[in-house]
């Protein structure tokens, strides 16, 4: 079983930045994609981006890509997510999730960490 913790949520203005930072503990998650979703009030969980061990990545939207950067270290096991420009409608909790071994299947999740963006 895989333990995640994201830190890194707050409350930000319009256009500013924000670094989130997940921790995985229980196993090396060398066989995991690593992934962040996020939950807007009144929304489903959406897809935000992935990254794999070999640090190949991929993102929900272009404006998310153009806008956002995941980054993984595999030596310590965690995940970021760097946010720029952030608008109000990129308020959200933001969860940190893997997937099974070898797989596409999301199956960890973090508790999520709430991200808020003032207009």
């Known amino acids: 079983q895989v333990q995640l913790v994201e830190s890194g949520g707050g409350l930000v203005q319009t256009g500013d930045s924000l670094r989130l930072s997940c921790a995985a503990s229980g196993r090396t998650l060398s066989s995991h994609i690593m992934g962040w979703f996020r939950r807007a009030p009144g929304k489903e969980r959406e897809f935000v981006a992935s990254i794999r061990w070999s640090g190949d990545s991929t993102y929900s939207t272009e404006s998310m890509k153009g806008r956002f950067t995941i980054s993984r270290d595999n030596d310590k096991n965690t995940v970021n997510l760097q946010m720029t420009s952030l608008k109000p409608e990129d308020t959200a909790v933001y969860y940190c999730?893997?997937?099974?071994?070898?797989?596409?299947?999301?199956?960890?999740w973090g508790q999520g960490t709430q991200v808020t963006v003032s207009s």
């Open positions: 999730a893997t997937t099974d071994p070898g797989t596409n299947i999301w199956s960890n």
